[in-house]
């Protein structure tokens, strides 16, 4: 009996030691195993935005150019038409084309090929500014609050899109809380480790949360709400492109969006945007409108698709330039060689074979510097290093004000060139 206890006790204990062992190790494998998990599925789902993002964007640019034709030769016609009715008609038709222009403008805002201007910004200052906004977007039934940091928190992001998507995930809390509620905007700096949750990111950010009492999103649903037109929403009450915005302008601008989402009780949307230790007011080169008519001169237009390149002539004409044209870089160089009267080109940066739009303009700045040089693309990357190199950039599709506008911002350019870029 004794000795029965004597190992018994002990062997039991030994046991129950092993089993404790043993559940632990399980829970820490199980643990492990949903992180992998959850970090697996972050990637996926980032992977899935990824690829649809170039889809989209390739398509949405596509259809810019496209637009570009029918809007620019819709215009020309308008002027040429007497009859009210058949103007009338030109009209529903160029409003149709600036409804794409926006559909596509959204697009590529998610597949991050938008062109975008940032500017400094605090964002301690700049929400609270934004509430006016918010509320008049709100009903009476929400609540809205915001809560910012004491110390300042600087971002570099383009000031508009920002705005898009703060009003963008409002409207979104608004319909998910149909019989009121609270929507919450904090911000808050924080610092990223690398954690597959925030795609990796890792430095110092600005976390702007926000956050609604609404309905929640159901498990399932969750993984596609930043997918462009997905919407659970009744058809001409939601379009899908908000959260596809919201998602598109945080990466763009080197940061990201997650969310969190409980079924009953609310969703936490968080952008991530780099923190800046660059000062407010900064950057943001304006756009200042002038008076001042330009003397116009003659005007090269390089571009590849003879559509695009009437469309540009026309508004160059309208404008009172007189208009040459050639198909590309080298033919552009051609023409310059031979006709001195050239006194500004104007080229696509994207042209197949040879030499692109850049190339061209640095030739151009090498051999005749006294010619400025305007180029235009649809595309965000092309743009980006085109005005990182000095130049002034047009985005496609434009109509002829913003053609005159960045006209004025490349002659006015030549007085000083960009330091050290032009050899
Ligand atoms: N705050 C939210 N609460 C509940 N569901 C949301 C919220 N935000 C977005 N969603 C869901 O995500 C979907 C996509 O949102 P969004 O891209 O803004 O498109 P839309 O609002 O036009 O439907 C919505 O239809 C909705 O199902
Ligand atoms: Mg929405």
Redesign the pocket.
């Known amino acids: 009996m004794a000795s029965h206890l004597i190992f018994g006790v002990p062997a039991t204990l030994f046991i129950l030691l092993i089993i404790a062992i043993a559940l632990r190790r399980t829970r820490r494998l199980y643990d492990e195993a949903q992180r992998r998990e959850a970090a697996e599925g972050a990637l996926r789902q980032a992977q899935r935005l990824e690829a649809i993002g170039h889809l989209t964007g390739g398509v949405a640019h596509d259809f810019n150019n496209l637009l570009m034709i029918v809007s620019g030769s819709a215009e020309r016609l308008r002027r040429d038409l007497t009859s009210e009715k058949h103007r009338r008609i030109i009209d529903m038709i160029m409003n149709a084309t600036s409804r794409g222009e926006s559909l596509t403008r959204q697009l590529l805002a998610f597949s991050r090929r938008q062109m975008l201007t940032p500017a400094v910004i605090d964002l301690s200052k700049r929400l609270p500014e934004l509430k006016d906004m918010l509320t008049r977007s709100l009903r009476d039934d929400i609540t809205a609050e915001i809560a910012i940091p004491d110390e300042s928190c600087a971002v570099k992001v383009d000031p508009s899109e920002l705005e898009l998507a703060i009003l963008?995930?409002a409207?979104?809390?608004r319909?998910?809380m149909p019989r009121g509620g609270t929507l919450s905007i904090t911000v808050e700096p924080v610092v990223l480790e690398g954690k597959p949750a925030e795609e990796g990111l890792s430095g110092e950010f600005v976390a702007i949360r926000v956050s609604?009492t609404?309905?929640?999103?159901a498990p399932d649903?969750l993984p596609h709400?930043?997918e462009p037109y997905?919407?659970?929403?009744e058809v001409g009450?939601?379009?899908?492109?908000?959260?596809?915005?919201?998602y598109g302008f945080a990466k763009q601008s080197g940061g990201t969006a997650t969310i969190a989402?409980t079924v009953g009780r609310?969703?936490v949307?968080t952008l991530y945007l780099p923190r800046t230790q660059e000062l407010p007011g900064a950057s943001a080169a304006r756009m200042q409108p002038e008076a001042a008519p330009l003397r116009a001169g003659t005007a090269l237009v390089v571009e590849d698709s003879p559509e695009v390149a009437e469309v540009a002539a026309a508004y160059f004409q309208q404008l009172g330039y007189m208009v040459k044209q050639a198909r590309g870089a080298s033919e552009a160089l051609e023409v310059l060689g031979k006709d001195a009267n050239i006194e500004l080109v104007f080229s696509d940066i994207l042209m197949p074979g040879g030499m692109n739009g850049v190339e061209l303009g640095h030739a151009i700045r090498r051999r005749y510097p006294a010619v400025p040089v305007l180029l235009a693309t649809g595309y965000s990357e092309s743009a980006r290093d085109a005005v990182q190199q000095g130049f002034v950039v047009l985005q496609k599709p434009f109509d002829v004000a913003a053609l005159d506008q960045a006209l004025r911002e490349a002659r006015k350019g030549k007085v000083e060139p960009a330091p050290g870029l032009a050899g």
């Open positions: 963008n995930l409207v979104n809390a319909d998910a609604d609404g309905g929640g999103i649903i709400v930043f997905f919407t659970t929403k009450k939601g379009t899908g492109l908000g959260l596809s915005q919201v989402s609310g969703t949307i």
